[in-house]
């Protein structure tokens, strides 16, 4: 169940980023090298959950300044109205990348004599800076959701162990492997690493505790 559940993902992905491609290619006219400086950008910005980026994090990282800087915007809201077409506050990966296409195109600024890919190349620097200094943080800000829903989940089998069903069976053994895993702080802190930072183990752990709270629903209901 598992591997079916990630290959449809996988399948998924690869599909919309080839439909991403094809249409940034033929449509706006960007070089595959443009769209890969983009979508590395466009990936350290964001979570890997969701697929969009808001307009705070656009500015949080300084994408927003080096845009403004690059091509003479006079201020922060005429480059949003650019940037956000739809105005719901989020870009996707190819809104990301044709609203920087129309914000070289307008050709802002007497002084501005940059291209996409001379903005693409800068914002590709500066996301390596910006990366860096996420990772020495203590705690990552875009993870902290993540973290805390870990700490749910050991919180929630804890809690559930009083409601072992009874008789045998795989589900069963694989629930009470969960509450022996939570009872070991050890267990918990590494598995915690493979929740936080992989987000195709973090769908297998979310698929998991989801088959396990649904058992542990139906005991309580014969139970009562």
Known sequence: M???NLKDVIIKSSERRNQ??????????????????????????????SGELSLGQLVDAGVVETIVELLGFTSFDDLMAKLDQDKNGKLNFEEFMIGIQRCTDDNVGEDSFCSVGDVLVE?????EKF??????????????????????????FKEWEDIVPN???????????????????KV?????????????????????????????????????
């Open 2 to 4: 598992i591997y079916k």
């Open 20 to 49: 991403e491609e094809m249409k940034l290619q033929t449509v706006a006219g960007f070089t595959l090298e443009q769209i890969e400086d983009g979508r590395k950008a466009f990936m350290k910005l964001s979570d890997g959950s």
């Open 123 to 127: 914002l590709q620097k500066r996301m």
């Open 131 to 156: 990366e860096l200094q996420q990772n020495t943080s203590p705690l990552e800000k875009r993870k902290l959701k993540y973290n805390t829903r870990y700490d749910e989940m050991v919180r929630s």
């Open 167 to 185: 008789g045998d069976g795989r589900m069963v053994e694989i629930l009470r492997g969960c509450f022996s895993g939570a009872r070991n702080q």
């Open 188 to 224: 918990v802190d590494a598995l915690r690493i493979v929740y936080v930072d992989y987000s195709a183990l973090r769908l297998s752990g979310d698929l998991i505790f989801g088959l396990m709270e649904r058992i542990v629903k139906a005991s309580k209901r014969r139970k009562v």
